[in-house]
């Protein structure tokens, strides 16, 4: 009998999904409440190499979280038919430590249908492909619906604490404040074939009402 043809899965792109968070015009700072997005998320304390083009690059630890999300786009596109990509990654830069570190989430956004289960199973995937027998802290979070202020950076995200701060005058102005650390999301690549000055940044806070 003749094989049958393997079935042509639609890839599934966030950025387009989520038009609001990744395809943010320059120039305007975004209010909006964000619905529940999952995220494979690596908590480390690192230095950073800020020179790199598209997005910073740490130092002391390797991000292995991307390799997980690797594993769960297998799962989900054999055992559910849903293949997706893989999203930019995004850093909540928590607060300094010592010797010019960071403690940070460091994540990327995966897809709804993504479970526990899957996580689980992709991080022993990633051990026997590594050959280790812990990683590092990965977690799969789920946020709820966040309210946040947005805002697009264009140019070296060495310069986003100029558009950080043009965020924070704005939502006074609303008669809202920043809630937390806040978020970037890196949508251009690690790689010297884009100027530093076309670079593009979200720069993303979440808010609360002040009192």
């Known amino acids: 009998m003749p094989k049958l043809e393997a079935k042509a899965l639609?890839?599934?792109d966030h950025r387009k999904i989520y038009r609001d968070i990744y395809?943010?015009?320059p120039?305007?700072?975004?209010?909006?409440?964000?619905?529940?997005?999952?995220?494979?998320?690596?908590?480390?304390?690192?230095?950073?190499?800020?020179?790199?083009?598209?997005?910073?690059?740490?130092?002391?630890?390797?991000?292995?979280?991307?390799?997980?999300v690797n594993q769960i786009?297998?799962?989900?596109?054999?055992?559910?038919?849903?293949?997706?990509?893989?999203?930019p990654p995004e850093i909540v830069w928590h607060r300094a430590a010592e010797n010019d570190k960071w403690v940070v989430d460091q994540m990327m956004l995966v897809a709804d249908c993504v479970t526990?289960?899957?996580?689980?199973?992709?991080?022993?995937?990633?051990?026997?492909?590594?050959?280790?027998?812990?990683?590092?802290?990965?977690t799969f979070k789920k946020n709820g619906p966040t309210l946040c202020a947005q805002r697009l950076h264009v140019g070296h995200y060495q310069h986003t604490e100029e558009t950080l701060?043009?965020?924070?005058e704005e939502i006074e102005a609303e008669g809202y404040q920043v809630k937390g650390a806040h978020r970037e999301?890196?949508?251009?690549?690690?790689?010297?074939?884009?100027?530093?000055?076309?670079c593009k940044t979200v720069v993303s806070v979440e808010i609360e009402k002040k009192e």
């Open 27 to 68: 120039d305007k700072t975004v209010i909006q409440l964000l619905p529940e997005l999952k995220y494979i998320s690596q908590r480390m304390v690192t230095s950073y190499h800020m020179n790199w083009y598209g997005r910073p690059e740490p130092k002391d630890e390797k991000w292995i979280a991307w390799k997980v």
């Open 10 to 12: 639609k890839t599934h």
């Open 185 to 198: 999301i890196y949508l251009y690549p690690a790689m010297d074939c884009y100027p530093p000055e076309k």
């Open 73 to 87: 786009k297998t799962i989900t596109r054999k055992e559910q038919e849903y293949k997706f990509k893989l999203m």
């Open 165 to 168: 701060q043009i965020i924070k």
């Open 116 to 138: 526990d289960e899957m996580f689980n199973r992709s991080m022993e995937r990633v051990k026997k492909n590594l050959r280790v027998e812990e990683l590092p802290s990965i």
């Open 23 to 25: 395809q943010l015009k």
